[in-house]
C-alpha cells in the first residue's frame, strides 16, 4: 500500500492568508487526490492532479481559490488562497493504486481566525 | 445519481461484542466497494476493499461483504475492543470511477 505523508499536520492562520500543504507518496501514482473534509462532515473532492496537466476541479471549486501544483510523480501541493474561517477543514491528499485502492495521508487540519 | 448511506450513524456497544455497520447504495453499477476508518482529526485508513465481482473480504476481525442486487455492503467487527472506536466510512466507486461517500458511523466501544 501506498505511505503518504503531509506537511504541515495542522496550522492556525489569520483571515487572508494563504497555506500551501504538501503530500508526497513513497512510490509513482499517476493521480493524486485532493479532498476537504468539513467540520462534523464527509470528504468533498476538490480536485484532482496529473502529473503534466491542469488539475481538474470539482463543481464549486475553482483555481484561482485552491491552486495545485504536481511537478512529478510523487509529490504535490495545494495552496489555499485568501482564506476565511469557512475554510477551516481537513485537507486531505489521497492516492490510488493498484486494483482502484485509495490510500489517505494523515490529513492537515486547518484553523482560518 | 448515486447515493451513499450508512445506519446507524452512530453506535455504542460494550467491549467484546461482535457487530455490523451497514452501507446501502442506490446504483448497483459500481467497480468496488472501500471501508475505511478514521479517527478523529485524523486522515483515514484503508481496511478493506470489495471489487464488484467479489462476494466478501477479510482481515483479521473485520469481514465486509457485498451484495449487489440490493445495493448492500456490511462491515462485520468480531471481538470487538475499545481501539476499534473510530468514524467507519463506506465510498462506492460508480460507473464514472467517481467516489462516492457515505456520512459515516461513529463506534464508540465501551471498556
Known amino acids: 500500500s501506498a505511505v503518504i505523508s503531509q506537511k504541515p499536520s495542522r496550522d492556525i492562520c489569520q483571515r487572508g492568508t494563504s497555506l500551501t500543504i504538501q503530500c508526497q507518496v513513497d512510490s509513482q501514482v499517476t493521480m493524486m487526490f485532493w479532498y476537504r473534509q468539513q467540520p462534523g462532515q464527509s470528504l468533498t473532492l476538490i480536485a484532482t492532479?496529473?502529473?503534466?496537466?491542469?488539475?481538474?476541479?470539482e463543481s464549486g471549486f475553482v483555481i484561482d481559490k485552491f491552486p495545485i501544483s504536481r511537478p512529478n510523480l510523487t509529490f504535490s501541493t495545494l495552496t489555499v488562497s485568501n482564506m476565511s474561517p469557512e475554510d477551516s477543514s481537513i485537507y486531505l491528499c489521497s492516492v490510488e493504486q493498484g486494483r482502484s485502492e485509495q490510500f489517505f495521508g494523515p490529513g492537515t487540519r486547518l484553523t482560518v481566525l | 445519481k448515486q447515493e451513499v448511506t450508512q445506519i446507524p450513524a452512530a453506535l455504542s456497544v460494550p467491549e467484546g461484542e461482535n457487530l455490523v455497520l451497514n452501507c446501502s447504495f442506490t446504483d448497483s453499477a459500481i467497480y468496488n466497494l472501500q471501508w475505511f476508518r478514521q479517527d478523529p482529526g485524523k486522515g483515514l485508513t484503508s481496511l478493506l476493499l470489495?471489487?464488484?465481482s467479489q462476494r466478501e473480504q477479510t482481515s483479521g476481525r473485520l469481514n465486509a461483504s457485498l451484495d449487489k442486487s440490493s445495493g448492500r455492503s456490511t462491515l462485520y467487527i468480531a471481538a470487538s475492543q475499545p481501539g476499534d472506536s473510530a468514524t467507519y466510512l463506506c465510498?462506492?466507486?460508480?460507473?464514472?470511477?467517481?467516489?462516492?461517500w457515505g456520512a459515516g458511523t461513529k463506534l464508540i466501544i465501551k471498556p
Open positions: 470489495i471489487q464488484s
Open positions: 492532479a496529473n502529473q503534466g496537466s491542469e488539475a481538474t476541479y
Open positions: 465510498a462506492v466507486k460508480d460507473s464514472n470511477y467517481q467516489l462516492i
